[in-house]
């Protein structure tokens, strides 16, 4: 898995080398998400925006309208096709990711696609074949990862300070939005599928899933997603669509420390608790099997403290960060291949999700 410790060289562009000035940036897509894409990378030092393509004429007047020197248009060829071009950003629907993220690299462009990476193991794969073919970056918005919160967890979980993990536990639900292409799961889970491949820096080996379309017609809007490791680790995902309150909660258990990460908090987003239980040898002598569990089992409970997070924009670190990857020839925190271990994970859930709940092997 990626981290921040093992980012090492890769082949640098074929035949493109990285130009002395602003890499040009061309972005397939200005719906919800595309508008804050443009924006970083027009604020980015290291960046400039030259095209902005979507099929919404209104869209591209609110581009005109913010960023008259950034040119328009209703086909993503032309941006393909433009020299001054060096990356693409693909901010478009799943289904479409692929085809997109395809073509931007066979036309020898670097390319950032929006999570998931594709909607399937085989079109995630292709993609990352394909880059390393032609010598260009690929990274995957796994926007979470670049957050001050997620960077510090990552730190704690590193340096061992939670000792051994235990679990892994999130809660990701709210009260819409809807969407028709994509099942809860595709939507809310990726965000802490990424997070957690991050943070625990291991491959699962196992899936469950449950979930519910209430919707007639509709993907599944409420599901449960568990996650198996070696060495008892769990993690379990709760996502909703239907939820009356918002609540994006991690609790992650180590027997040493525990970590409560609740992005909503407007402070203090991620708090370290010395609580947990220990162990002592019993005899099992004092009082039949209840008692023995006594002697063996203690709670410890001390200090809480949150550690100072960066506040600085994880989109904003994010694109700085594919800036740096394409000029210095580094591999993304959130790679291709990073996309591809989300994407098998959701793969399988959505088998297990089909067949009521059965554990699919990964």
């Excluded at 980012?7 to 640098?12: E, F, K, L, N, Y």
């Excluded at 890499?23 to 508008?35: H, N, R, T």
């Amino acid at each position: 898995m990626s981290t921040t410790s093992d980012i090492g060289p890769r082949p640098a562009a074929a035949g493109r080398p990285a130009p002395a000035g602003p890499l040009g940036i061309g972005v397939i897509g200005y719906g919800y998400w595309g508008p804050n894409l443009v924006r970083n990378f027009s604020e980015a030092a290291g960046s400039r925006v030259v095209a902005v393509s979507d099929l919404r004429a209104e869209r591209l007047d609110r581009v005109r309208d913010r960023y008259p020197a950034v040119r328009t248009t209703g086909d993503f060829h032309e941006l393909l096709a433009d020299p001054a071009i060096d990356a693409v950003v693909v901010a478009t629907p799943v289904a479409t990711h692929y085809r997109l993220a395809m073509a931007a690299i066979e036309a020898g462009k670097h390319v950032l696609v929006e999570k998931p990476l594709a909607l399937d193991s085989r079109e995630a794969t292709a993609l990352i074949e394909a880059a390393r073919r032609r010598g260009v970056v690929l990274m995957v918005d796994h926007t979470f990862v670049y957050t001050g919160a997620v960077q510090k967890i990552k730190e704690l979980v590193d340096g061992q300070r939670l000792g051994r993990l235990l679990y892994y536990d999130s809660v990701r639900v709210n009260l819409g939005l809807f969407q028709h292409d994509v099942d809860v799961l595709w939507d809310l889970a990726v965000h802490d599928l990424s997070i957690m491949d991050f943070v625990l820096a291991r491959p699962a080996r196992a899936v469950s899933a449950a979930g519910v379309a209430h919707v007639p017609g509709q993907p599944v809007n409420t599901a449960y997603l568990t996650c198996y490791f070696d060495d008892d680790l769990i993690a379990h995902f709760h996502v909703n669509w239907l939820a009356p309150v918002k609540i994006r909660r991690t609790l992650i258990g180590g027997d040493r420390q525990m970590i409560v990460y609740d992005d909503l908090e407007p402070s203090e987003k991620v708090k370290v608790y010395d609580k947990g239980i220990t162990l002592a040898n019993g005899d099992g002598h004092a009082g039949g099997n209840e008692g023995a569990y006594d002697l063996l089992v203690g709670y410890r409970a001390g200090d809480m403290y949150a550690p100072q997070l960066s506040l600085a924009e994880a989109l904003g670190v994010e694109v700085e960060h594919f800036v740096d990857c394409i000029r210095n020839g580094r591999e993304p925190i959130s790679s291709g291949e990073a996309g591809l271990r989300v994407v098998r994970v959701l793969e399988a859930a959505a088998q297990s999700l089909a067949e009521r709940g059965r554990v699919v092997d990964l």
